[in-house]
């Protein structure tokens, strides 16, 4: 079993950049980011190996925004900078404890935290 909790989310102009964290309690092989804007379906973000933190993220955000994660803590990060309107939209955190170590789909996750908004303002 497998609880997450993110926070970290808030209100940025466009271009600044904020910081998601999400707390994990068990034992977890993958962690991803999710989101998911008003009236859209909810898209993946980005992914990481919580064994060796190789990872992957999503073409609109590549180059932009850095997942990351802390055994010892059992934290994941998303670092988000120079950051959108379009980036507006509720955070997810996710997990899998076994299977591939980098997931892209909401299925490779059968554990969800409740979310944290993000607005970014021009």
């Known amino acids: 079993q497998v609880q997450l909790v993110e926070s970290g989310g808030g209100l940025v102009q466009a271009g600044g950049s904020l910081r998601l964290s999400c707390a994990a309690s068990?034992?977890?092989?993958?962690l991803g980011w999710f989101r998911q804007a008003p009236g859209e379906k909810r898209e993946f973000v980005a992914t990481?190996?919580?064994?060796?933190?190789?990872?992957d993220y999503a073409d609109s955000v590549k180059g932009r925004f850095t997942i990351s994660r802390d055994i010892p803590k059992k934290m994941v990060y998303l670092q988000m900078n120079s950051l959108k309107p379009e980036d507006t939209a509720v955070y997810y955190c996710?997990?899998?404890?076994?299977?591939?170590?980098?997931?892209?789909?909401?299925?490779?996750?059968?554990?969800w935290g409740q979310g944290t908004q993000v607005t970014v303002s021009s």
């Open positions: 996710a997990a899998r404890v076994v299977g591939p170590y980098l997931g892209y789909i909401e299925g490779d996750y059968p554990y």
């Open positions: 068990g034992r977890t092989f993958s």
């Open positions: 990481i190996n919580w064994r060796d933190s190789t990872s």
